[in-house]
């Protein structure tokens, strides 16, 4: 049965799930998760600079790099998600468009 019967009585085709665009959702995803992690570390190496933990270096370096790690934990996945976001959009719209023109 491969037909799901929806609230107003219609068959609905079963989802399937597309091998490529799983890869690629799984390969944002991975980027992402790398990417706050970095992230954190870039926050504690700042942290460790600030409280003098490590050899001599001046205390403004280590706030910019707790900057750079938040911005890097807070900012840039929601950037990189919306712009693969946006991708998957044009290129939905672009294959109905090219459907659309292949039936006269």
Known sequence: MTQKI????????????????????????????MIRLLGVVLVMLGLAIVLDRLPPMPAPVGYVFIA??????????????????????????IAKAAEGSDTP
Do not use: C, T
């Open 68 to 93: 750079l790690g938040l911005a890097q934990m807070w900012i840039a996945p929601v950037w990189i998600i919306r712009k693969y976001v946006q991708a998957r959009v044009a290129e939905e719209q």
């Open 6 to 33: 929806d609230e107003s009585g219609q068959e609905q085709p079963e989802y399937v799930p597309d091998p490529e665009k799983e890869k690629q959702a799984k390969a944002v995803h991975f980027m992402v998760s």
